[in-house]
């Protein structure tokens, strides 16, 4: 091994997880129903027809789970709270008992010394709202702000830290261009609003926060690959720059105080995305939008290569890693470590955020318990170790990053491939509820406690 790499002080290390990904109980104690509740049980939604009806069964062993984080020396957990076990009809009447079951959630973790990180949305929208529009419908950004009310007042004195949505790129193109998440629409024009509805509705949460959590942290948390072009083509580059715009500059721009970036207005004009234009945002939105934020999350997990198939495009250059699992994980994502240092580098000094907290890195392996009852997930620790050296080269470089949070702390429910895909650094048996430390969790537990490797 080469030389030490140490973290600065007061690095928090953590892993994160999502509501509906892991709690289960999906009708339980007056929870309404969400968008994806409604999504996984209309079969062919999901590989296998999974469910997150019992998921990981959080909602009710999540004593244990926190006797997990303990053993594994977490310092922070980023879980996010379910909107409509909460407010079952979108707004409204609260349910005590969700509101109970956060509130105990959060005293256990803070007893166990884990600083509660809590996301507002991680894509279970109450299905009653989605009756009604979901996120076309401005009305729905107002029952966020409403929503984020509800929640920051109850937990607000105890959790000082906050993020308003998950990957809002995620929710707007795969929930409503790609239909493979909840709620299922295909259409690009419904697509932008979407997002637009959801950046605003971070805009309205944020002075709601910091009114009822003094002293609270804020931000948002936006998915970003390292984009390359296979070759120096135009094409190869326009289709790059496409595809940075949609997914990442589309967000960050408006939230930066930048607006909607023109070369992607443009883009998704041409494909019908935006055939009345800008008709829904209203005069001032655009600076809500940019309400100041103490950090920016991001979500890296690979490099996207950008291959255009036009006819007379130039030979491609750049290739990928071999195609063996140290270099490409089971969701088919390549291990590409050098793209952290990269977009932590291109987040911080294009954008100049406070500070930076990657939100969820890591992998999907499925290496399954041996016969000793270990789980040798070395390539996990292999994707790990090296995210975090390129980690710490950001932070040489001068990138205030300020934590980071292995996705995930628990085997759970992958969206539209169900169970198939395992991230957790703990095994979960599905069957009996039963839990196992990966060696990944061991071995983050010896750097945690060193601070670095
Ligand atoms: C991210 C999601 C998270 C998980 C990982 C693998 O896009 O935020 O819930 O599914 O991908």
């Given at each position: 091994m080469a030389n030490k790499i140490l973290f600065p002080e007061n690095f928090l290390w953590g892993a994160a997880t999502a509501s509906y990904q892991i709690e289960?109980?999906?009708?339980?104690?007056?929870k309404g129903e969400s968008i994806w509740d409604r999504f996984v049980h209309t079969?062919?939604?999901?590989l296998n027809n999974d469910?997150?009806?019992?998921?990981?069964d959080h909602y009710r062993l999540w004593k244990k789970d926190i006797g997990l984080m303990k053993r594994i020396g977490l310092q922070a957990y980023r879980f996010s709270v379910s909107w409509p076990r909460i407010l079952p009809a979108g707004r409204?009447?609260?349910?005590q008992k969700g509101l109970d079951f956060y509130s105990r959630l959060v005293n256990g973790l803070l007893e166990a010394g884990i600083t509660p990180f809590i996301t507002?949305?991680?894509?279970?929208?109450?299905q009653a709202l989605e009756d009604e529009g979901g996120w076309t419908v401005r009305s729905t950004a107002e029952a966020f702000a409403d929503y984020a009310n509800v929640v920051s007042r109850a937990l607000g004195d105890r959790v000082r830290s906050w993020i308003t949505h998950n990957e809002p790129a995620v929710a707007a193109w795969l929930g409503y261009?790609?239909?493979?998440?909840?709620?299922?629409h295909r259409d690009l024009s419904k697509a932008t609003r979407v997002a637009h509805h959801l950046l605003l509705s971070h805009g309205q949460a944020v002075p709601v926060i910091r009114r009822n959590s003094p002293n609270a942290e804020v931000g948002i948390t936006l998915n970003i690959g390292w984009n390359v072009p296979a070759s120096n083509s135009a094409a190869d580059m326009k289709l790059t720059r496409e595809n940075d715009g949609k997914w990442f500059r589309w967000f960050a721009d408006p939230l930066y105080?930048?607006?909607?970036p023109s070369d992607i207005t443009k883009y998704f004009t041409e494909l019908g995305g935006l055939p009345n234009g800008f008709d829904f945002v209203q005069a001032g939105d655009m600076d809500v939008v940019a309400a100041p934020t103490d950090f920016i999350g991001l979500n890296y997990y690979s490099r996207n290569l950008h291959r255009s198939?036009?006819?007379?495009?130039?030979?491609?250059i750049d290739f990928q890693h071999p195609k063996t699992p140290e270099y490409w994980t089971e969701m088919g994502?390549?291990?590409?470590?050098e793209g952290l240092t990269g977009v932590l580098a291109r987040v911080y000094f294009h954008y100049g955020p406070r500070k930076l907290y990657i939100t969820e890195n890591g992998a999907s392996y499925s290496t399954p318990p041996d016969e000793n009852g270990n789980v040798p997930d070395e390539l996990r620790i292999n994707y790990l170790r090296t995210h975090f050296a390129a980690m710490h080269r950001a932070i040489q470089a001068g990138v205030p990053l300020a934590g980071y949070f292995v996705w995930s702390l628990l085997d759970n429910f992958?969206?539209?491939?169900g169970y198939s895909q395992r991230f957790g650094i703990v095994w979960v048996d599905?069957?009996?509820q039963k839990r196992i430390l990966k060696d990944s969790a061991k071995w983050y537990k010896g750097v945690i406690k060193k601070n670095g490797f």
């Amino acid at each position: 091994m080469a030389n030490k790499i140490l973290f600065p002080e007061n690095f928090l290390w953590g892993a994160a997880t999502a509501s509906y990904q892991i709690e289960g109980s999906w009708n339980k104690h007056g929870k309404g129903e969400s968008i994806w509740d409604r999504f996984v049980h209309t079969p062919g939604n999901i590989l296998n027809n999974d469910t997150g009806d019992v998921a990981n069964d959080h909602y009710r062993l999540w004593k244990k789970d926190i006797g997990l984080m303990k053993r594994i020396g977490l310092q922070a957990y980023r879980f996010s709270v379910s909107w409509p076990r909460i407010l079952p009809a979108g707004r409204g009447k609260v349910n005590q008992k969700g509101l109970d079951f956060y509130s105990r959630l959060v005293n256990g973790l803070l007893e166990a010394g884990i600083t509660p990180f809590i996301t507002l949305y991680h894509w279970d929208l109450p299905q009653a709202l989605e009756d009604e529009g979901g996120w076309t419908v401005r009305s729905t950004a107002e029952a966020f702000a409403d929503y984020a009310n509800v929640v920051s007042r109850a937990l607000g004195d105890r959790v000082r830290s906050w993020i308003t949505h998950n990957e809002p790129a995620v929710a707007a193109w795969l929930g409503y261009e790609m239909g493979v998440h909840a709620p299922g629409h295909r259409d690009l024009s419904k697509a932008t609003r979407v997002a637009h509805h959801l950046l605003l509705s971070h805009g309205q949460a944020v002075p709601v926060i910091r009114r009822n959590s003094p002293n609270a942290e804020v931000g948002i948390t936006l998915n970003i690959g390292w984009n390359v072009p296979a070759s120096n083509s135009a094409a190869d580059m326009k289709l790059t720059r496409e595809n940075d715009g949609k997914w990442f500059r589309w967000f960050a721009d408006p939230l930066y105080g930048r607006g909607y970036p023109s070369d992607i207005t443009k883009y998704f004009t041409e494909l019908g995305g935006l055939p009345n234009g800008f008709d829904f945002v209203q005069a001032g939105d655009m600076d809500v939008v940019a309400a100041p934020t103490d950090f920016i999350g991001l979500n890296y997990y690979s490099r996207n290569l950008h291959r255009s198939n036009a006819p007379d495009n130039d030979p491609q250059i750049d290739f990928q890693h071999p195609k063996t699992p140290e270099y490409w994980t089971e969701m088919g994502w390549e291990n590409y470590p050098e793209g952290l240092t990269g977009v932590l580098a291109r987040v911080y000094f294009h954008y100049g955020p406070r500070k930076l907290y990657i939100t969820e890195n890591g992998a999907s392996y499925s290496t399954p318990p041996d016969e000793n009852g270990n789980v040798p997930d070395e390539l996990r620790i292999n994707y790990l170790r090296t995210h975090f050296a390129a980690m710490h080269r950001a932070i040489q470089a001068g990138v205030p990053l300020a934590g980071y949070f292995v996705w995930s702390l628990l085997d759970n429910f992958e969206w539209s491939f169900g169970y198939s895909q395992r991230f957790g650094i703990v095994w979960v048996d599905y069957e009996t509820q039963k839990r196992i430390l990966k060696d990944s969790a061991k071995w983050y537990k010896g750097v945690i406690k060193k601070n670095g490797f």
